[in-house]
């Protein structure tokens, strides 16, 4: 009858609407995420707008590489003849070696691809490297940010400059277009909660003798 209140939709076809908004709102997120990267990327080649900071730029990346940091805390591993020091790189090694792993696994389930205006020169690549999500050097640049503050004793002054070179890595991945700005933010994010993990499993000759008994 035309009087007769219209018939409710079927639950399944209300449910649809929900995915379709996250859908659209999602597709948002991701577009503005590309544009205000593709903008950022003022160091992405040496025609952009500030391509002649390119070089700097690079040099920063490669101190957030993680084999600098893997051959310098083994190194010092190695060369340390103190017991404390030792349990420090040693966990130093086990964070950085965490953090590889967590971001090569995720990469390869993400597979999002790099960004278009990135240049491939990156230092020392290997096959997940190709993807972009997250930012590797943005997971390094956290953990070792928190885990220098809590175990080494600096002055304020560098500490602050901890906190810096930190920030300063992070940023250059989206300078040099390396990244999207997503991918940053959720390394860092990730790099801070490894950290975490480190903590919780934190390794000592009372809770892996075999370990030290090789230092």
Same mark, same amino acid.
């Given at each position: ?78 060369? +340390?003849?103190?017991?404390?020091? @030792? ?5 130093? *090694? /086990?964070? &950085? =070696? #965490? ?72 940023? +250059?991945?989206?300078?040099?277009? @390396? ?5 940053? *933010? /959720?390394? &860092? =994010? #990730? ?25």
């Amino acid at each position: 009858p035309a009087g007769a209140a219209a018939a409710p939709l079927p639950e399944e076809d209300c449910m649809k609407l929900n995915p379709s908004f996250v859908g659209i709102a999602l597709s948002s997120l991701l577009a503005v995420d590309l544009w205000a990267s593709k903008r950022l990327g003022v160091c992405a080649g040496e025609g952009s707008a500030w391509g002649s900071a390119r070089p700097l730029m690079k040099v920063i990346e490669v101190s957030g590489h993680g084999i600098p940091w893997l051959l310098g805390t083994f190194y010092g591993l190695c060369q +340390s003849d103190s017991s404390a020091a @030792r349990e420090v790189l040693l966990n130093l *090694l /086990f964070a &950085l =070696l #965490l953090d590889l792993v967590m971001v090569a696994l995720v990469k390869g389930l993400v597979k999002r691809p790099r960004p278009t205006h990135n240049k491939m020169d990156m230092f020392v690549t290997i096959s997940v490297d190709k993807y972009s999500f997250p930012s590797g050097h943005a997971t390094r640049a956290a953990l070792v940010c928190r885990f220098v503050l809590r175990h080494l004793v600096l002055a304020v002054p560098l500490r602050v400059l901890v906190v810096l070179w930190a920030l300063v890595v992070s940023i +250059s991945r989206v300078m040099l277009g @390396r990244h999207n700005m997503t991918d940053v *933010l /959720f390394g &860092l =994010l #990730l790099g801070y909660a490894l950290y975490g993990v480190v903590e919780h499993c934190w390794l000592s000759p009372a809770t892996a003798p075999a370990l030290f008994a090789l230092w």
